[in-house]
């Protein structure tokens, strides 16, 4: 899930999340690697801890006037800034 990619660390990342949503390690295991459908319980933590993706995560569509966001829309942001930040370096 593009979403526990980009807001949870690799190291401990099904660990971390089940500390943080009560949600069992071995649940986001199963989420993130598609066996399973994401639980209720699940799809509430990650939208109470991350509210800027929430409507993302319900919906597919963002609406940054309005500050819902994407994991990939942030990152492609990121990105952008930082190609621009060493373009003008070796402008410099």
Do not use: N
Request: charged share 30%.
């Amino acid at each position: 899930m593009e979403i526990i990619d980009a807001v949870v660390p690799t190291h401990r990342r099904f660990k971390a999340l089940e500390e943080l949503s009560g949600v069992r390690a071995q649940t986001w295991r199963s989420i993130y690697e598609g066996r399973q459908r994401a639980t209720e319980d699940a799809i509430l933590a990650l939208c109470k801890h991350w509210p800027q993706y929430a409507y993302w995560l319900g919906t597919g569509m963002t609406d940054e006037d309005h500050g819902h966001s994407s994991p990939v829309l942030e990152r492609v942001e990121r990105d952008r800034k930082t190609l621009r930040s060493s373009s003008e370096l070796r402008l410099k």
